[in-house]
């Protein structure tokens, strides 16, 4: 491990083979492909409803939230990479490339739960998402972006860098929406009636 890697989470067989980086990339798209023909079959849109091709939707009480490109809960989907990175870390005789392709197949995998009309009653039910319908099929492709961003940068930079990242995102978060990853995860497990209430605010 040279200088500029010292202190990193990345080593030398972090990295993939040249010869085989073709062939990561096709199965990435093929399971790209996978969820978008799952959710489609589901009936998901592929767009927002309103028709406006802006890429973003910053406000996630309107019915805009979940069907763009980017919204607000875009920087949970980069947690789900660091925190995809370091749990996959552990799991030994496996590939870098075989650690990326599976953090990609649990996001994908994740995505199509999410929009499963189970996991969105759930969410109606138990969180501040109380409009919640599920997310365009645009806006989950770039969720799995999103994963797969924080999945590199936990690979390239130092795991202090990685835990900074995830307290400032979680910081920030809770003091711009009133939510995060955190308070997504449990809400959703295990509801607690007073931190909905002061989600709604």
Known sequence: MNASHAGSLE?????????????????????LTG??????????RFWCECGSWVPWSWDIW??????HLIDPYFFSHVLHGVLFYAALRWVPRLSPAGRFLIAMGLEAGWEVLE?????IERY????????YTGDSIANSVTDVAACMLGYWFSSKFSWRWSVALF??????MLIMIRDNLTLNVLMLVSPIPAIQEWQSG
């Open 11 to 31: 080593s030398d067989n972090d990295r993939f083979p040249r010869d085989r980086r073709w062939a990561v990339g096709w199965i990435a798209v093929l399971i």
């Open 124 to 131: 109606r039910e138990a969180t501040m998402a109380v409009g």
């Open 115 to 119: 929009n499963s009309p189970l996991i």
């Open 62 to 67: 309107t019915a805009h939230n979940s069907q």
């Open 167 to 172: 307290v400032v995102s979680e910081i920030v």
């Open 35 to 44: 969820m978008v023909m799952i959710l489609s079959g589901m009936g998901r």
